[in-house]
């Protein structure tokens, strides 16, 4: 989730990036780099709306993850298993 954290926030600082490159190629009336920033932005755009589409199933999955490796690690740990059992019957 880090990673779609970060990912996430350098998507949004490529945009801003290249909408001041955009920006400065208009005052110095360069096409051609106008045409790069602009295309190159719409690609950081389509990526940045992938992940805000994705985060509800990527934060699912990782939690599906984290479970089945909480759950793995009790059953490798009967010990642990056994005294989470008689923490939960005393707290009935
Ligand atoms: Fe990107």
């Known amino acids: 989730m880090k990673a779609v954290l970060a990912t996430s926030t350098f998507e949004q600082m490529k945009i801003t990036s290249y909408e001041i490159l955009n920006s400065a190629a208009k005052v110095v009336e360069d096409a051609e780099a106008q045409r790069f920033c602009e295309e190159s932005m ?33 059953a490798r740990s009967p010990s642990i298993a056994r005294r989470r059992a008689a923490w939960a019957t005393n707290c009935d």
């Open 42 to 74: 719409r690609d950081e755009e389509e990526m940045a709306l992938w992940l805000e589409e994705n985060i509800e199933p990527l934060t699912q999955i990782y939690l599906l993850r984290e479970e089945a490796d909480a759950s793995a690690s009790l």
